[in-house]
């Protein structure tokens, strides 16, 4: 698959790197932006603040399959009269639209492939993007885990907060996995 992140740090070099691992060609994009028109899939990995600048310096994103990792923290809001960043990029280029890897810690990206079981990724989207969440998580480590259509995308920005609360508060960075207990 060719895929294009936009954002190249922590998350979106983080996951080109596991992705290119697992055979797919990945195009890294920065602030400088550039062109997806050849992407079957596009990963948005800016702060959750640069959305709008970031998909203005990018051509090629209409219609394209968009996972958005941003985060939403410390009273930071979407774009105006958007109730998410999500639903913001699905206004933008048309196409299915995820919230996706934006609730895992990027630091531990190096560990997923010695993990006893496969921590979960949360995403909330559209059902046309369900398969494409489900391939790009397995291929970075993760079993994806769905918590709702994109109307739950802005819920799911909130989680940084929670999950920096927890970190701090004894546990450190971590990973989590959502089963039935017939899967534990
Ligand atoms: N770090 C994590 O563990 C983690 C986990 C889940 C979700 N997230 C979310 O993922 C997003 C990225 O986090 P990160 O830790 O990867 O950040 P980061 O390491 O600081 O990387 C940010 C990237 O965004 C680009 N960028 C910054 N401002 C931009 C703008 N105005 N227009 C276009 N591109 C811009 C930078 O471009 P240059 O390369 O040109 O400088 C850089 O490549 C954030 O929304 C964060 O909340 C982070």
């Known amino acids: 698959m060719n895929i294009t992140v936009i954002g190249r740090g922590n998350i979106g070099g983080g996951?080109?790197?596991?992705?290119?691992?697992?055979?797919?060609?990945?195009?890294?994009?920065?602030?400088?932006?550039?062109?997806?028109?050849?992407a079957d899939a596009v990963l948005l990995a800016v702060p959750g603040t640069a959305v709008e600048s970031a998909l203005s310096s990018v051509v090629g994103l209409?219609?394209?399959?968009?996972?958005?990792?941003?985060?939403?923290?410390?009273?930071?809001?979407?774009?105006?009269?958007f109730a998410s960043n999500a639903e913001y990029v699905k206004a933008m280029t048309g196409g299915p639209t995820a919230k996706?890897?934006?609730?895992n810690f990027a630091s531990l990206f190096g560990q997923l492939a010695d993990a006893r079981v496969r921590p979960s990724n949360l995403w909330a989207g559209d059902?046309?993007?369900?398969?494409?969440?489900?391939?790009l998580s397995l291929d970075a480590g993760y079993e994806a885990v769905r918590l709702?259509?994109?109307?739950?995308?802005?819920?799911?920005?909130?989680?940084?907060?929670?999950?920096?609360?927890?970190a701090q508060s004894g546990l450190g960075q971590f990973v989590y996995r959502m089963a039935t207990p017939e899967q534990l």
């Open 15 to 38: 996951l080109a790197d596991l992705w290119g691992r697992a055979g797919h060609q990945v195009t890294r994009l920065g602030r400088d932006g550039g062109d997806a028109g050849a």
């Open 148 to 166: 709702g259509d994109l109307g739950m995308a802005g819920t799911q920005e909130g989680l940084a907060g929670v999950l920096f609360s927890i």
């Open 62 to 81: 209409e219609g394209k399959a968009v996972l958005d990792a941003t985060n939403l923290y410390g009273g930071a809001q979407p774009p105006a009269g």
């Open 100 to 103: 996706a890897f934006s609730a």
């Open 127 to 135: 059902d046309q993007a369900e398969g494409l969440v489900k391939q």
